[in-house]
């Protein structure tokens, strides 16, 4: 069975601090993919990043880090100088070799950055 | 490209009314899907289509159907809604080809109330 787990439901910190939002995911697949969606107060899902299971380099998108690492089934997402903006529900989410191409989401964590 | 659109955006049901939930996409996917969101649930799948003419039941599809007619619209039907069915509503979807083939795009969401 395939499965995301976001143990923390919600995180407050203090504007400028970083923080970093755990994801861990269960599959039995060798190729998969996983997934950081964004949802801001308005509700939309944005997407933010994409890596595959043969991909474990880490990413860094300008504030925005992503930590892939097999050996312990987590893809963790990290905010560095979190702003008032970064306040947000994120998911994490992935994607076996289900033809379907459907994904599995985690629970959500709610981020709240306090100025 | 209007991208993913779904119609109505805010719904308020009585319990037993009927309705259906409309997702229309201008980018030839192939995949759609819909999701409810409940909170502290993430999102759930309801039902996912992988092509004109085809539907597949997702991990909660009790209480709703679904049809695709034509490969841009896939519609979200409640024929007897319950208390149970108040969330909101994302439909989805996936190229199933291409670069960003198995990349969702989702739509803005609708917010369904059953009174």
């Known amino acids: 069975a395939q499965k995301v787990t976001q143990a923390q439901t919600e995180i407050s910190v203090v504007e400028k601090e970083d923080v970093t939002l755990d994801c861990v995911y269960e599959?039995?697949?060798?190729?998969?993919?996983l997934f950081w969606y964004k949802q801001p107060p308005s509700g939309e899902l944005v997407f933010l990043i994409r890596r595959n299971s043969f991909d474990e380099q880490n990413e860094i998108s300008g504030r925005y880090s992503w930590n892939f690492q097999k050996s312990t089934s987590s893809f963790n997402f990290t905010i560095t100088a979190s702003q008032v903006v970064d306040s947000a529900v994120y998911f994490c989410a992935l994607k076996g070799m289900d033809s379907s191409y459907k994904l599995i989401f985690g629970s959500g964590t709610r981020l709240l950055v306090r100025p | 490209n209007a991208g993913v659109t779904q119609t109505p955006k805010f719904r308020v049901l009585k319990t037993g009314q009927s309705m259906t939930l409309l997702c229309a996409q201008d980018?030839?996917?192939?995949?759609m899907y819909w999701y409810r969101q409940d909170p502290g649930m993430g999102l759930r799948l309801i039902h996912y289509?992988?092509?004109?003419?085809?539907?597949a039941k997702g991990e909660v599809p009790d209480g709703y159907n679904v049809s695709r007619l034509k490969k841009q619209n896939f519609l979200l039907g409640l024929e007897s809604a319950a208390p149970s069915q108040t969330s909101v509503y994302f439909c989805?979807?996936?190229?199933?080809?291409?670069?960003?083939?198995?990349?969702?795009?989702f739509g803005p969401g609708t917010r369904l109330t059953v009174l």
């Open positions: 980018m030839n996917h192939e995949y």
């Open positions: 599959t039995r697949d060798t190729t998969y993919y």
């Open positions: 289509s992988v092509g004109e003419g085809t539907t």
């Open positions: 989805a979807s996936t190229p199933g080809y291409g670069g960003r083939y198995n990349e969702q795009f």
